[in-house]
Protein backbone atom coordinates (compact mmCIF):
# COMPACT_ATOMS: atom_id res chain seq x y z
CA UNK A 1 0.00 0.00 0.00
CA UNK A 2 1.35 3.19 -0.94
CA UNK A 3 -0.03 5.77 2.03
CA UNK A 4 -0.76 10.02 1.44
CA UNK A 5 -1.37 12.00 4.26
CA UNK A 6 -2.95 15.20 3.69
CA UNK A 7 -3.85 18.19 5.95
CA UNK A 8 -7.78 18.32 5.38
CA UNK A 9 -10.50 16.88 2.98
CA UNK A 10 -9.62 19.83 0.48
CA UNK A 11 -6.38 18.15 -0.11
CA UNK A 12 -7.27 14.47 -0.16
CA UNK A 13 -9.77 15.84 -2.91
CA UNK A 14 -7.22 17.12 -4.87
CA UNK A 15 -4.29 14.54 -4.55
CA UNK A 16 -7.19 11.49 -5.30
CA UNK A 17 -8.64 13.94 -8.31
CA UNK A 18 -4.98 14.22 -9.89
CA UNK A 19 -4.59 10.63 -9.80
CA UNK A 20 -7.53 9.68 -11.37
CA UNK A 21 -7.20 12.38 -13.78
CA UNK A 22 -3.48 11.49 -14.58
CA UNK A 23 -4.99 7.40 -14.97
CA UNK A 24 -7.26 9.30 -17.99
CA UNK A 25 -4.62 11.18 -19.62
CA UNK A 26 -2.22 8.37 -19.53
CA UNK A 27 -5.06 5.58 -20.91
CA UNK A 28 -8.18 7.69 -22.29
CA UNK A 29 -9.95 4.75 -22.31
CA UNK A 30 -9.83 3.74 -18.77
CA UNK A 31 -12.50 1.83 -17.14
CA UNK A 32 -13.04 3.36 -13.86
CA UNK A 33 -14.96 1.86 -11.36
CA UNK A 34 -16.43 4.43 -9.32
CA UNK A 35 -18.02 4.96 -5.57
CA UNK A 36 -20.67 7.23 -4.42
CA UNK A 37 -20.85 8.58 -0.49
CA UNK A 38 -19.74 12.15 1.06
CA UNK A 39 -15.77 11.22 0.80
CA UNK A 40 -15.31 11.34 -2.90
CA UNK A 41 -17.61 14.71 -3.49
CA UNK A 42 -14.41 17.32 -3.13
CA UNK A 43 -12.69 14.63 -5.68
CA UNK A 44 -15.81 14.60 -8.32
CA UNK A 45 -15.81 17.96 -7.87
CA UNK A 46 -12.15 18.64 -8.69
CA UNK A 47 -12.83 16.64 -11.59
CA UNK A 48 -15.44 18.79 -13.06
CA UNK A 49 -12.60 21.66 -12.31
CA UNK A 50 -10.04 20.17 -14.73
CA UNK A 51 -12.59 19.50 -17.55
CA UNK A 52 -14.10 22.97 -17.50
CA UNK A 53 -10.25 23.96 -17.40
CA UNK A 54 -9.91 21.92 -20.58
CA UNK A 55 -7.59 19.86 -18.99
CA UNK A 56 -9.68 16.58 -19.22
CA UNK A 57 -11.31 14.78 -21.79
CA UNK A 58 -13.89 11.87 -20.73
CA UNK A 59 -15.01 10.74 -24.15
CA UNK A 60 -13.66 7.67 -24.58
CA UNK A 61 -13.79 6.83 -20.50
CA UNK A 62 -16.34 4.21 -19.35
CA UNK A 63 -17.67 3.89 -15.86
CA UNK A 64 -19.00 0.83 -13.84
CA UNK A 65 -20.46 2.11 -10.28
CA UNK A 66 -19.72 -0.42 -7.10
CA UNK A 67 -23.01 -1.02 -5.84
CA UNK A 68 -26.84 0.37 -5.75
CA UNK A 69 -29.78 0.33 -3.56
CA UNK A 70 -32.48 -2.28 -4.27
CA UNK A 71 -36.23 -0.41 -4.77
CA UNK A 72 -34.67 2.78 -5.48
CA UNK A 73 -35.14 3.82 -9.43
CA UNK A 74 -33.08 5.94 -10.93
CA UNK A 75 -34.60 8.89 -10.51
CA UNK A 76 -34.72 8.45 -6.87
CA UNK A 77 -32.61 11.43 -5.61
CA UNK A 78 -30.89 8.66 -2.76
CA UNK A 79 -30.52 6.24 -5.67
CA UNK A 80 -26.18 6.07 -6.71
CA UNK A 81 -27.62 6.61 -10.03
CA UNK A 82 -28.71 10.10 -9.29
CA UNK A 83 -25.69 10.72 -6.90
CA UNK A 84 -23.64 10.07 -9.92
CA UNK A 85 -25.49 11.91 -12.59
CA UNK A 86 -25.97 14.79 -10.36
CA UNK A 87 -22.59 15.08 -8.84
CA UNK A 88 -20.33 14.20 -12.11
CA UNK A 89 -21.58 12.93 -15.25
CA UNK A 90 -24.05 16.26 -16.23
CA UNK A 91 -21.16 18.48 -15.70
CA UNK A 92 -18.21 16.19 -17.58
CA UNK A 93 -18.26 15.22 -21.15
CA UNK A 94 -19.07 11.37 -20.69
CA UNK A 95 -20.83 9.25 -22.86
CA UNK A 96 -24.02 8.33 -20.98
CA UNK A 97 -23.79 4.72 -22.64
CA UNK A 98 -20.59 4.55 -21.26
CA UNK A 99 -21.00 4.80 -17.92
CA UNK A 100 -22.78 1.52 -16.30
CA UNK A 101 -24.76 0.64 -12.87
CA UNK A 102 -26.41 -1.69 -11.19
CA UNK A 103 -30.20 -1.71 -11.41
CA UNK A 104 -32.17 -1.54 -8.27
CA UNK A 105 -35.08 -1.92 -9.54
CA UNK A 106 -34.69 -5.57 -11.06
CA UNK A 107 -36.40 -7.97 -9.22
CA UNK A 108 -34.76 -11.29 -9.91
CA UNK A 109 -30.86 -10.30 -8.31
CA UNK A 110 -29.62 -13.61 -9.93
CA UNK A 111 -30.18 -11.98 -13.24
CA UNK A 112 -28.95 -8.47 -12.20
CA UNK A 113 -26.07 -9.83 -10.72
CA UNK A 114 -24.89 -12.10 -13.81
CA UNK A 115 -25.74 -9.19 -16.03
CA UNK A 116 -22.95 -6.85 -14.11
CA UNK A 117 -20.61 -9.76 -13.69
CA UNK A 118 -20.99 -10.09 -17.76
CA UNK A 119 -20.34 -6.50 -18.13
CA UNK A 120 -16.92 -6.11 -15.93
CA UNK A 121 -15.69 -9.29 -17.48
CA UNK A 122 -16.67 -7.60 -20.88
CA UNK A 123 -14.28 -4.95 -19.84
CA UNK A 124 -11.38 -7.60 -19.17
CA UNK A 125 -10.68 -5.86 -15.97
CA UNK A 126 -11.38 -2.03 -14.21
CA UNK A 127 -7.93 0.06 -14.71
CA UNK A 128 -8.74 1.89 -11.66
CA UNK A 129 -11.28 1.62 -8.97
CA UNK A 130 -12.29 4.30 -6.19
CA UNK A 131 -13.26 3.43 -2.85
CA UNK A 132 -14.35 4.40 0.44
CA UNK A 133 -14.87 2.68 3.42
CA UNK A 134 -17.76 2.69 5.68
CA UNK A 135 -16.81 2.53 9.71
CA UNK A 136 -17.29 -0.67 9.96
CA UNK A 137 -15.10 -1.24 7.66
CA UNK A 138 -17.27 -2.05 4.81
CA UNK A 139 -16.41 -1.40 1.19
CA UNK A 140 -19.22 -0.82 -1.80
CA UNK A 141 -22.03 -2.84 0.68
CA UNK A 142 -19.64 -5.26 1.28
CA UNK A 143 -20.73 -5.88 4.87
CA UNK A 144 -18.51 -7.34 7.87
CA UNK A 145 -18.44 -11.19 7.58
CA UNK A 146 -18.75 -11.36 3.75
CA UNK A 147 -16.57 -13.87 2.15
CA UNK A 148 -13.80 -12.61 -0.06
CA UNK A 149 -14.39 -14.57 -3.00
CA UNK A 150 -18.18 -12.85 -3.17
CA UNK A 151 -18.46 -11.52 -6.66
CA UNK A 152 -21.63 -9.44 -7.65
CA UNK A 153 -24.17 -9.80 -5.35
CA UNK A 154 -27.50 -9.10 -2.97
CA UNK A 155 -26.67 -8.02 0.61
CA UNK A 156 -28.65 -7.25 3.51
CA UNK A 157 -27.70 -4.25 4.99
CA UNK A 158 -26.03 -4.12 8.41
CA UNK A 159 -28.15 -2.12 11.01
CA UNK A 160 -24.76 0.38 11.58
CA UNK A 161 -24.67 0.71 7.39
CA UNK A 162 -28.70 2.03 7.82
CA UNK A 163 -28.31 4.04 10.56
CA UNK A 164 -24.63 5.61 8.75
CA UNK A 165 -26.73 6.02 6.00
CA UNK A 166 -29.40 7.66 6.76
CA UNK A 167 -28.28 10.95 7.31
CA UNK A 168 -29.10 11.08 3.27
CA UNK A 169 -32.84 10.72 3.85
CA UNK A 170 -35.42 11.81 5.56
CA UNK A 171 -36.59 9.35 7.49
CA UNK A 172 -34.57 5.95 8.64
CA UNK A 173 -37.90 4.16 7.99
CA UNK A 174 -37.04 5.32 4.15
CA UNK A 175 -33.58 3.54 4.01
CA UNK A 176 -33.37 0.59 1.94
CA UNK A 177 -32.01 -2.34 3.60
CA UNK A 178 -30.80 -4.55 0.56
CA UNK A 179 -28.45 -3.59 -1.61
CA UNK A 180 -26.49 -4.79 -4.89
CA UNK A 181 -22.80 -4.91 -5.16
CA UNK A 182 -19.98 -5.54 -6.67
CA UNK A 183 -18.03 -8.33 -4.42
CA UNK A 184 -14.39 -7.96 -2.89
CA UNK A 185 -13.69 -10.26 -5.70
CA UNK A 186 -14.39 -7.62 -8.41
CA UNK A 187 -12.51 -5.11 -6.35
CA UNK A 188 -9.18 -7.24 -5.81
CA UNK A 189 -9.48 -8.08 -9.48
CA UNK A 190 -8.76 -3.99 -10.92
CA UNK A 191 -5.61 -2.79 -11.97
CA UNK A 192 -5.03 -0.92 -9.38
CA UNK A 193 -7.20 0.54 -6.48
CA UNK A 194 -7.72 4.51 -4.92
CA UNK A 195 -9.03 4.41 -1.48
CA UNK A 196 -9.94 7.40 -0.03
CA UNK A 197 -10.37 8.30 3.83
CA UNK A 198 -11.42 11.32 5.78
CA UNK A 199 -12.35 12.46 8.98
CA UNK A 200 -11.74 11.06 12.73
CA UNK A 201 -14.87 8.70 12.47
CA UNK A 202 -12.88 6.76 10.20
CA UNK A 203 -9.53 6.54 12.58
CA UNK A 204 -10.07 3.57 13.92
CA UNK A 205 -11.24 1.50 11.01
CA UNK A 206 -8.47 2.98 9.32
CA UNK A 207 -5.77 1.71 11.45
CA UNK A 208 -8.11 -1.59 11.62
CA UNK A 209 -7.58 -2.10 7.54
CA UNK A 210 -4.19 -1.39 7.31
CA UNK A 211 -2.08 -2.58 10.40
CA UNK A 212 -4.74 -5.31 11.62
CA UNK A 213 -5.10 -9.15 10.38
CA UNK A 214 -6.49 -9.65 7.34
CA UNK A 215 -10.30 -10.64 8.42
CA UNK A 216 -13.86 -10.94 7.03
CA UNK A 217 -14.90 -9.04 9.64
CA UNK A 218 -13.31 -5.76 8.71
CA UNK A 219 -13.44 -6.05 5.06
CA UNK A 220 -11.29 -3.54 3.64
CA UNK A 221 -8.65 -5.14 5.47
CA UNK A 222 -8.40 -7.62 1.78
CA UNK A 223 -6.53 -4.36 0.40
CA UNK A 224 -3.43 -5.20 2.17
CA UNK A 225 -3.09 -8.16 -0.36
CA UNK A 226 -3.49 -6.14 -3.41
CA UNK A 227 -0.28 -5.27 -5.36
CA UNK A 228 -1.23 -1.57 -6.32
CA UNK A 229 -3.60 0.53 -3.85
CA UNK A 230 -3.05 4.14 -2.99
CA UNK A 231 -4.53 5.47 0.10
CA UNK A 232 -5.05 9.14 -0.03
CA UNK A 233 -6.23 9.82 3.41
CA UNK A 234 -6.36 12.79 5.47
CA UNK A 235 -4.52 13.80 9.11
CA UNK A 236 -7.73 12.80 10.72
CA UNK A 237 -8.14 9.57 9.20
CA UNK A 238 -4.66 8.53 9.85
CA UNK A 239 -4.31 9.83 13.25
CA UNK A 240 -4.37 6.22 15.29
CA UNK A 241 -1.80 5.03 12.85
C1 LIG B 1 -20.60 3.97 -1.85
C2 LIG B 1 -20.03 2.84 -1.15
C3 LIG B 1 -19.76 2.86 0.32
C4 LIG B 1 -19.13 4.15 0.83
C5 LIG B 1 -18.97 4.10 2.34
C6 LIG B 1 -18.44 5.40 2.89
O1 LIG B 1 -20.78 3.67 -3.21
O2 LIG B 1 -19.82 1.86 -1.77
O3 LIG B 1 -18.91 1.77 0.63
O4 LIG B 1 -17.89 4.35 0.22
O5 LIG B 1 -20.19 3.82 2.94
O6 LIG B 1 -19.38 6.40 2.73
P1 LIG B 1 -19.04 7.93 3.08
O7 LIG B 1 -18.06 8.36 2.05
O8 LIG B 1 -20.37 8.63 2.92
O9 LIG B 1 -18.51 7.94 4.45
Do not use: W
Not at 137 to 160: D, M, R, Y
Amino acid sequence: MQIYETTDYNEMSRKAANIMASQIVLKPDSVLGLATGSTPEGLYQQLIDKYENGDLDFSKVQTVNLDEYVGLDMDNHQSYHYYMVNKLFRHINVDPKNCHFLNGMEKDSQKECSRFERLIQGFGSIDLQLLGVGENGHIGFNEPNTHFSKGTHLVALTQNTIEVNSRFFKDKEEVPHYAYTMGIKNLMDAKRILFVVNGKRKAKILRKIITGPITPEVPASILQLHKNVTVVADKEALSLL
